[in-house]
Every structure is written in structure tokens, then in C-alpha cells.
């Protein structure tokens, strides 16, 4: 139990915040926020749980993730809808920001960001031997949260207001900070590796479609430079900037506002006044943005960064046979049935091949190699439910490790003999070289 | 009879033992100009010093354009002091290595946000259209003194304070700031509180005040003729 | 009608329509990228098969025209407004409108000259300006925002490619036929800033009336309608081959990927059990890698296999001979070649341009925004009573300060001398 709410620690102080910038954007719905978002946040809980117990893991994270990626979409869209009418003078109060103060929506937006906080909170709750006390734990910490985040929101100088854009930016960081922790709801590594694969096609048709000459009569320099395009790199800095980007644009929508029109004040003094009253206003309202910005930071560094330990064993040297064939037997020293990677290192001549073998979780042996079709072959780390490609940070479900494309290990062909597999050496070989080649070419910038 | 801008009652302002302001009732009412005179020590300065709510009075009431300086706390202070109240000394007190305009702009900074063309605006009001980029130092102790009025009304102050403004300035320099002030109150109508030794300068003023020992011990009030 | 036609103007020219269209591609890429791990090769093939897809992309081009035509028209009435020929529109132009009591404009020409603006009285109008305009930056904008996206559809929608080899010696293949003789292809070292090597395809006159025509790498030439573009460098090799047990003796010609100098490439021998691997040796380290094109001076290596077993291995130039145990290889003729694509894509002008029109847009923006931009005022009386308005395009906050001290001197004068006013 100890151990459970340690885990709760990251997604509760989460809900405590998002609690806290809710009430300060709706300050004067109060109660309102208090109620959708307690029972948001317990119907979270209790929509995790029922997902994760008739559902299966990777459908159950899957649908989370939807609602996480769904946000992040929605805040980029908000945000560039924000920069495109910052510059514009309103002189009355529109439909839109009149739906927004109305207690309907105050209560809609609190309890769509509660159920999404609940679920990530109980996805840390095992599956397994849990009872509803256990589901209690969260839910009434964070019942507890809320009024403390009530107690010290009403605490806080009436001037510091949290504007709707600002604390929608917040929101979503603290809800993507919560989600971090957890690799399986991550959205950062999995957006990189997008990015990184978006760049390369982007920046491969784009030199096709302007036909600029191939590398062979361009200069090493020059190609150098166009080779970090393809680079692991511009997956992280990419993912860097469409992680930063729409709260930058927010604080910039926020800083660029117009300010008053004071041309009809006959005193300068007055005028001054205004404009400085409405600066300061503007600059308050930077201060949530700003702390949004560290809040995603967090998330992309706990991302880049997992806490989680990885089981990652050192590959253990086999031969092969005079007829060619691999023989590695399931049991002995170790128990290639025991749910867990194991890997393997197989040298011929001066070529070698890294591979493990793993008991998928329907009861299937798969033999794959330590690489994927498109990354360098960095290779492979298990964790709770899933491998994770080191180069990428990709997590592999369990269920899919064995099936070939995208970033699962590419399976080998073997035979299951008896007390045994056997596996081809000269496949292994093969398929190693083949693979390795060709993620080495398309890494290092070859067209 | 316009409304009052100033009302004490029983003000009184102690350090420790020494009593430098003794009870004191009086009525400044708005758009006036008061001369206060009495010699070194009398509470002049300390009279200056707490309607312009640089100190805070030991005892009695001070109501300055409605607010009650008692009640208000340091915040409150300050931003009275920002928006209400514009204070120009003997020394001129101006940044040296700021030039004219953008010591004036200080001041509009510290009320609010600087505006360039305001500033240099004030400035040509008291007559420094050409000397907008000099220095304190560039300047004569006349034109230093016009900075310090433009710096003192840039805020539209409802109360413009005086300590002895012109004392360092010769008797030319001493008409021409004081004709300048008359002007900028005819246009801004604000009220002058004026601390001065000088019964020249004093006759300036439509009412004249006389302080001895923290005690008010005489009032003159001044009949203008027309050729002032 | 004619209302129709404004709410299509109004929703044309939207501000709104290019982050939609581009979001929602976004929205596309996302949803192809969960089934294809060649996402936006298939968004584009989508694009290509789709005419709803293409006509959403084709908003953005309009879109742009559009803002031409609609921004044209709001710089002609701004310039209308600070000239004082007009009034109206000036809530919606103008960042500031003041209105005035009945007041001639007094004397404000001099102080608006001591903080730099240009003035101009007509009658009762003085108006006064400073700085340069951004309109001509916004024009080379919104142009390249129209070539930059009608290049991408035309190229995503009718582009089409050829892979051809150009070899020496042989006909210029073309997409609609065959074209002059290539009579030279020339690799040589560069100096340039970009490139290492340039190639040049020197192609005589053709029948067909096309001239003589020389092909380098960039920008590409076009003929016959398409695009000349050089992809990879290989040989084209004759050769004759014999062994104990064949009948007659092989010859053919082959074209030979035989570029980077080491990669090999096989020709197997029709109906028999031999395969030869050809390849170029690699140069010495140090020496240029492509010495052997650049020199045209091609010394082959190669190996002979039957089956799996390799029979021998050796070196031959240009018209050499290999023979051994009855095996005979001999190579009469080594010509280079370049696999080029033939490019139909007329898109690519357009991005071009957009590129062109961006740089210079940029060139103009980023000086004039920062150093020196556009602030206009207009003070304008009649019998109705005075307005002022006064617009900015950069340095708002000190534009807007000379306004207000303006409009508080105007205000002054008025108050101060009756005989001023009207």
C-alpha cells in the first residue's frame, strides 16, 4: 500500500495543482469546480479500473493515451487560434467567452480534466489482487487535495488572475506531467520518434521535389549538415518544439494583446495609469504560461529520463552447430519461459548477430533480433508490460513483440524443438546484416 | 468656497521627547497656494513631510484629497504619494547621468509607464523645449529647478509640494520658477503648499501661514491686485 | 448576389483558412502515420487519387489571392483615411480614432517634424507620416504563400517521373522519346560552396529540331518538357564471355551500378550456371574516390562463379581480355552513364519562386519592422466637428505617445484661444 501511494505522489500533486489553476480560472464557481471535479475524478478512477479489468492492457492505455493526445491537439489548436486573434481590439464580450464563464462549462471543462487525472492516477493501481480499498486511496487523497488546493486558492491576492488560455496551458502540462511518469501513457519519446520519422520523409521529398543533387556531388560539409536532419537529434529537439510551442504561442498571444485604446483620456497621467494597470494585468497572466513551460519541461525530461528500471540482460555468447543451427535450451541456467528477455550474442567470422528470446504473454516463445527495421540498433530494455526501444524510446507492447514492421524487434524464424529452439545461424546472420545496414544508412543521412 | 483638499485636526507629529508639530488645525482648500514660513525648526518641514505622507503624524487626523493618510498602510502610501502628490526640494535631487527628459520620464515610470513624448511635452511647458537632452550638469540652477517642476507635474499631481525651491536659486532665477509655477497652476489647478523662508517668495501664495515652536501663531491672507 | 459574393470574399480571404487547411492535413498525417510508417509519401499519393483532398489544399493558394486582392483594397482605403479624402471605414483601419470638438487644427506641423514625421496640410487636413510601409513585404508574402502551395499541388497532383539511363555515346532518352546523341558526360571537381563534384551532359542536335544542350546538376535543365535530374553515377559495359561448356559465346551490354567505387553488381549468364561480379576498385586512401569517372580510365575487377564457387577473380581495363583454362572475358567497351530521372513537375517552379518571393519579403520585413516602421496620423475638422486617427506598424507605444501629447495640444489650443475655432 505504501509503495502504491508513493507511486500516487507525481499524479496527486498533479490534481492538486490542476485543483488549485481550476478554481483560479473560475473563481467565482467555486463550488462548481470543487463537485464536477471530485466526481470526475472519481468516475476517472472508476473508468480506469473497468477498463483495465475487461479490457486488455494496451487497449486500456491506448484509450487514455487518445484522451491525452486529444488535449495536446486541442491545446495547439487553441493556441494558434489565440496568435491569430491576439492582435485583434475587443470592444465586447463575445458568445464564446460568455459560454466560458457560464457554470455549465466551468463544470464540463473541470470534469473532462478530472476523469482524464483520475484514469492516469489508477493506471498505477495493479490490476491484480486490488480491492476497491485500494481504488479508496487515491480517491480520497484527492478529495483531501482539493480542498487544501480551495483553502490556499482563497488565499491567493484576488490580482493574480488566472486568464482561460493560461490556465488551459496548465491543465494540459500538469495532466502530461502526470502521464509521464507512467512510459506507458507518455506522449514525449513517442512524439519524438514521429517527429524524427516526419523529418526524414519530410526532408527526403522535399530535396526530390526542389531536385537538389544527390551526396555524391555535394560537399561532405554541406551533407553533414543535412545529415543531422536525419539524426536521432532532430527527433528530440523536434518533439522539443511541438512540446513547447503552443505555450509559447499562448504567452505570446497573451503578450502581444492590444492594450486599451486611452486616446480619448485628456490627462497623460491617466492615460499611464491605464496602460500600466493593463501591462501589469497582461505580465500577471504570463506568470501561469511560465509556469507551464517548466511544468512540460518536467514532463519531456521524466520522459527522456524514466525513473523506471529497464531489465536489459548482457547478451550471452552461442555457437552454432556443424549443420549451421543454433540450439538454446529452455531451461537450465536460464528459463527462457519465465516471462522475462533474454538475450543472445552469435558470432560468425567477423560477423556477428545480437538476438533474444522472450515468452510473449500468450504463452507464444518469439525469437527477435536486438534491433528494428528503422532505428540503429540501440536495441531493447523490458519493463512492466512492454520492451522499449532504446534509440527511440518507443515502448513495445508485449502482445506485439513478434510481429513484424514499424519499431517492433524484427522476428526470426525458429523452431520450437521439444526441451529447446533452434534457430538458423546463417538467417540470423542475414537478417542482422540486412537490418543493421539499412537503419545505419537511413541514420546517418543516406537518400 | 471650494472644498477642502487638506484637513487636519489636532496633528501632531513627536520624535521621542521633541514635539515638532504641535496640534494643528487646519483647512487648505482645493486650488490654493499656501505659503508656510517660520524659521529652522519650527515644523515647517514636518508640516511638508506628512500631508505630502512622507512621515506618518504621532497623533490627531489628515484627511489629503478624501484619503485618511492614518488609515493607509505603506501600499497605500506609496501610491498616494505616486498619484496624488508631487514634491520639488532646494536640491534638485536629479539623476546626473540621465538628461532632462528621461528624468522626468523616471518619474512617469515610477507612477506608471514612461512616455517620451509626455516628457518631452512637460518640458516645453517650463521652457526647456532646447534643453531636452542636457544633462543636470549642462544646465543652470534655474533650468535644473524647471526640470524638477516638469518632473514634479508630469504625474498631474492634485498637490504639489514645495521645500524651499528656490532657496539656492538667485533672484532672477527665483521670479522666473516662480511665475512658472503660477502659470502651471492656472492650468492644472492644483493646489501649492509652499515651505520658505523668503517673505518674497511667500507673497507668491494667496494665504501665508506663520509656524513657531510646531505652532501655528499667525495666518496672513494675501489681497491680489491686479498687478499681482 | 452580391451579398453571396462578399460572404465568399469575406470567408476566401479569412486569415483563419490556411492554419485550418494545414491543421487539418495535420489531422490526416496523424491518421495515416498510425497505418503506415511511410506517412507522408501516402498523405501525398492520397492527395494525388483525391480531388476533395486537393481541393482542400487548393484553398490556400486561393486564400492568398484572395488577401491579395482584399489586402490591396484595405491598404488603398488606409491611405484614403491618412490622406484625409475619407472617414469612413476608419473604426476598423485605424488603431486609435479620437473624435473633437468643432476646432481648426492648429499649428501642429512643427511639433510633429521635431519628432521626425513628414506633414502635409490640405485645407482643414494635415496629415503626417514616418517610416517606411510593410505592404510591399505582406504583397511578396502572400505571393510566395500562393507559389509555395500551388507548387505543392501541382507537384503533388501531376508530377510524374522517369529513371533513365544517359549513357555516352547512346541517345538522350526522354520521357516522349529519344533526343541527340550524349557526346560527353563530364564529372569534375568543384571548388563551389556547395558542391563537390559537377557533372555536365554535353547532348548534340536531334532530329527532332531540338539544339545542341548541355545538362548540369543545378539548376536542372529541362527537355523535352521535363526536368533533367541527375540521381547516380554507374558504367555501361560490353562485354564478351566463353567458357568450356557453353556453345557459343555470351555478348551483351549491361548497365553497371557500379558507383561508390567497391560496390558490386552481378550479371548472370542466360541459361547456364555463371554469374560475373563486377565491381570498381577502390582508389588508395587519399585519392579521389571517383578517379576512374572523372579519368574516364575504368579498370574493372571481377569474378567469375559457377554456382556458388567462385572460378577466378581478376582485373581488365577498357578493350582488355581475361583468359583462363578455356574461359574467356573480354570488355571492348566501357562507356560512363548517369541513371537520371526525367522530371515532368512544374510545381517546382512555383516553389522555387515561393523561395525567391519569401527571401526578399523577409530581406524587406525584418529591416523596415525593426528600423523603420510605417506610423501614420491624420487630423481632420469640418463644419461637423474634428477627428483624429493614427495607425502604426511598429513602434506603437512611442507613435501612440506623440498622438496623445497631440490630441492634449489640440485639445489645450482649443481651450485656451476661443478665436481659434471655427
Not at chain 1, 508513493?6 to 473563481?27: D, E, G, N, T
Not at chain 1, 460568455?98 to 495493479?126: L, Q
Request: charged fraction near 20%; proline fraction near 5%.
Amino acid at each position: 500500500m505504501i509503495a502504491i501511494v508513493y507511486k500516487l505522489i507525481p499524479h496527486l500533486l498533479s490534481w492538486f495543482c490542476i485543483v488549485l489553476v481550476l478554481l483560479r480560472c473560475f473563481s467565482v464557481r467555486r463550488s462548481v469546480i470543487m463537485i464536477a471535479g471530485i466526481s470526475g475524478f472519481i468516475c476517472g478512477v472508476a473508468d480506469s479500473a473497468v477498463l483495465f479489468r475487461f479490457f486488455s492492457a494496451s487497449t486500456s492505455y491506448a484509450v487514455i493515451k487518445s484522451a491525452l493526445g486529444a488535449s495536446f491537439f486541442l491545446f495547439w489548436t487553441i493556441a494558434v487560434v489565440a496568435v491569430y486573434r491576439s492582435g485583434e481590439r475587443s470592444t465586447t464580450v463575445s458568445s464564446r467567452a460568455r459560454w466560458f464563464d457560464s457554470s455549465f462549462s466551468a463544470g464540463v471543462i473541470s470534469a473532462f480534466i478530472a476523469i482524464v487525472s483520475g484514469a492516469i492516477c489508477a493506471c498505477r493501481i495493479p490490476v491484480v489482487d486490488s480491492g476497491a480499498l485500494t481504488y479508496a486511496v487515491p480517491v480520497l487523497a484527492a478529495i483531501s487535495l482539493a480542498y487544501a488546493s480551495l483553502c490556499i486558492e482563497k488565499r491567493i491576492s484576488v490580482s493574480f488572475k488566472a486568464a482561460p488560455l493560461g490556465a488551459f496551458a496548465a491543465v494540459v502540462a500538469l495532466l502530461l506531467f502526470s502521464s509521464s511518469s507512467l512510459p506507458r501513457l507518455d506522449l514525449f519519446s513517442p512524439l519524438s520518434m514521429k517527429v524524427m520519422k516526419g523529418v526524414h520523409d519530410f526532408v527526403h521529398q522535399f530535396m526530390e521535389s526542389i531536385l537538389i543533387p544527390d551526396h555524391l556531388f555535394v560537399k561532405p560539409i554541406v551533407w553533414k549538415y543535412i545529415g543531422l536532419l536525419f539524426g536521432k537529434e532532430v527527433g528530440f529537439w523536434g518533439g522539443i518544439i511541438i512540446w513547447f510551442t503552443p505555450v509559447l504561442l499562448i504567452a505570446l498571444a497573451i503578450g502581444s494583446a492590444r492594450l486599451p485604446s486611452v486616446a480619448h483620456i485628456r490627462q497623460g497621467a491617466q492615460r499611464r495609469k491605464l496602460l500600466a494597470a493593463a501591462i501589469r494585468e497582461q505580465r500577471l497572466q504570463l506568470v501561469i504560461p511560465f509556469f507551464s513551460i517548466v511544468i512540460f519541461a518536467g514532463a519531456a525530461y521524466q520522459s527522456s529520463f524514466p525513473s523506471v528500471e529497464y531489465w536489459d540482460p548482457t547478451p550471452v555468447a552461442v555457437t552454432a552447430n556443424q549443420a549451421g543451427e543454433i540450439f538454446i535450451p529452455k531451461t537450465g541456467e536460464i528459463n527462457l519461459e519465465d516471462g522475462k528477455l533474454h538475450k543472445y550474442l552469435f558470432k560468425q567470422g567477423t560477423r556477428e548477430a545480437r538476438f533474444f528470446i522472450l515468452l510473449g504473454p500468450d504463452g507464444q516463445l518469439t525469437v527477435d533480433l536486438d534491433a528494428c527495421a528503422i532505428c540503429k540498433p540501440d536495441g531493447y530494455g523490458q519493463a512492466d508490460g512492454a520492451v522499449l526501444c532504446y534509440y527511440c524510446k518507443t515502448l513495445i507492447p508485449l502482445e506485439t513483440v513478434g510481429k513484424p514492421g514499424g519499431c517492433n524487434p524484427v522476428p526470426i524464424s525458429f523452431i520450437e524443438k521439444g526441451d529447446g529452439v533452434a534457430i538458423d545461424g546463417i538467417t540470423l546472420i542475414n537478417s542482422w546484416v540486412s537490418t543493421v545496414q539499412a537503419t545505419t544508412r537511413v541514420t546517418e543521412g543516406g537518400k | 468656497m471650494a472644498a477642502s483638499i487638506i484637513e487636519t485636526t489636532g496633528l501632531t507629529r513627536s520624535y521621542g521627547d521633541i514635539c515638532a508639530l504641535k496640534p494643528l488645525d487646519l483647512l487648505v482648500p482645493e486650488g490654493e497656494w499656501l505659503s508656510v514660513m517660520g524659521h529652522s525648526g519650527s515644523g515647517k518641514s514636518t508640516f511638508m513631510n506628512l500631508v505630502g505622507g512622507l512621515d506618518r503624524p504621532t497623533s490627531g487626523s489628515l484627511q489629503v484629497g478624501g484619503e485618511n493618510l492614518l488609515a493607509l498602510s505603506e501600499d497605500g502610501l506609496a501610491r498616494f504619494r505616486r498619484e496624488f502628490v508631487g514634491i520639488i526640494f532646494q536640491q534638485h535631487h536629479l539623476v546626473p547621468y540621465l538628461t532632462a527628459v528621461e528624468n522626468v520620464m523616471m518619474a512617469q515610470y515610477f507612477h506608471s509607464v514612461p512616455d517620451e513624448a509626455e516628457a518631452r511635452f512637460a518640458l516645453e511647458r517650463v521652457g526647456l523645449g532646447h534643453r531636452l537632452k542636457n544633462r543636470p550638469g549642462e544646465l543652470s540652477g534655474g533650468e535644473q529647478q524647471r526640470v524638477c517642476i516638469a518632473r514634479a507635474i508630469i504625474n498631474s499631481p492634485k498637490l504639489l509640494l514645495g521645500d524651499e525651491p528656490t532657496g539656492n536659486l538667485d533672484h532672477k532665477s527665483t521670479i522666473m520658477v516662480m511665475e512658472l509655477l503660477k502659470e502651471l497652476r492656472a492650468e492644472e489647478n492644483f493646489t501649492v503648499i509652499m515651505v520658505t523662508h523668503n517673505q518674497e517668495v511667500a507673497a507668491w501664495g494667496d494665504r501665508t501661514i506663520y509656524l513657531d515652536d510646531g505652532i501655528l501663531v499667525r495666518e496672513e491672507r494675501l489681497v491680489k491686485t491686479d498687478e499681482g | 448576389m452580391k451579398r453571396l459574393l462578399r460572404i465568399m470574399l469575406a470567408v476566401g480571404s479569412s486569415r483563419a483558412v490556411p492554419p485550418v487547411v494545414i491543421g487539418l492535413f495535420f489531422v490526416f498525417y496523424i491518421g495515416v502515420a498510425f497505418f503506415t510508417d511511410e506517412t507522408l509519401i501516402t498523405l501525398m499519393a492520397f492527395t494525388r487519387r483525391s480531388v476533395i483532398l486537393a481541393a482542400i489544399l487548393a484553398l490556400i493558394p486561393l486564400n492568398s489571392l484572395f488577401r491579395l486582392v482584399s489586402e490591396t483594397i484595405r491598404q488603398r482605403d488606409v491611405s484614403r483615411i491618412f490622406s484625409g479624402k475619407t472617414l469612413s471605414g476608419m473604426a476598423e483601419l485605424c488603431d486609435d480614432v479620437v473624435e473633437l470638438p468643432p476646432c481648426r487644427i492648429p499649428d501642429i506641423e512643427g511639433r510633429l517634424a521635431a519628432v521626425g514625421y513628414n506633414t502635409r496640410r490640405i485645407g482643414s487636413t494635415v496629415s503626417a507620416w514616418r517610416g517606411v510601409g510593410l505592404f510591399p513585404a505582406r504583397l511578396l508574402f502572400l505571393a510566395g504563400t500562393f507559389c509555395l502551395f500551388t507548387g505543392i499541388l501541382v507537384s503533388t497532383t501531376t508530377k510524374s517521373a522517369q529513371r533513365q539511363m544517359v549513357t555516352e555515346g547512346e541517345p538522350f532518352p526522354t520521357p516522349n522519346g529519344v533526343g541527340g546523341i550524349v557526346e560527353r558526360i563530364i564529372l569534375a571537381q568543384s571548388t563551389g560552396l556547395f558542391l563537390k563534384r559537377t557533372l555536365t551532359m554535353e547532348v548534340a542536335a536531334s532530329d527532332y529540331g531540338t539544339g545542341k544542350k548541355t545538362f548540369g546538376l543545378y539548376p536542372p535543365g529541362l527537355y523535352d518538357g521535363a526536368f533533367v535530374y541527375p540521381r547516380y553515377l554507374g558504367l555501361t559495359l560490353h562485354f564478351r564471355f566463353s567458357a568450356p561448356d557453353l556453345p557459343t559465346e555470351y555478348e551483351t551490354s549491361y548497365s553497371l551500378n557500379a558507383y561508390p567505387p567497391g560496390k558490386e553488381d552481378s550479371v548472370a549468364i542466360p541459361d547456364s550456371p555463371y554469374r560475373i561480379v563486377f565491381s570498381v576498385p577502390v582508389p588508395d586512401v587519399g585519392e579521389e574516390l571517383y578517379v576512374s569517372y572523372l579519368t574516364d580510365t575504368v579498370t574493372l575487377q571481377f569474378k567469375l562463379l559457377k554456382g556458388k564457387d567462385v572460378l577466378f577473380t581478376g582485373t581488365a581495363p577498357r578493350g582488355g581480355e581475361f583468359v583462363r583454362d578455356g574461359y574467356r572475358l573480354s570488355l571492348p567497351d566501357i562507356r560512363r552513364l548517369v541513371v537520371t530521372d526525367f522530371i515532368s513537375d512544374y510545381g517546382v517552379l512555383f516553389i522555387w519562386w515561393s523561395a525567391l518571393l519569401f527571401a526578399v519579403a523577409v530581406c524587406i520585413w525584418l529591416p523596415v519592422r525593426l528600423f523603420l516602421p510605417r506610423r501614420l496620423m491624420v487630423f481632420r475638422s469640418d463644419d461637423t466637428g474634428a477627428v483624429a486617427c493614427s495607425l502604426a506598424e511598429g513602434g506603437m507605444r512611442k507613435h501612440a505617445g506623440v498622438f496623445h501629447e497631440l490630441l492634449d495640444f489640440v485639445d489645450a489650443k482649443n481651450k485656451g484661444g476661443k478665436d481659434d475655432c471655427q
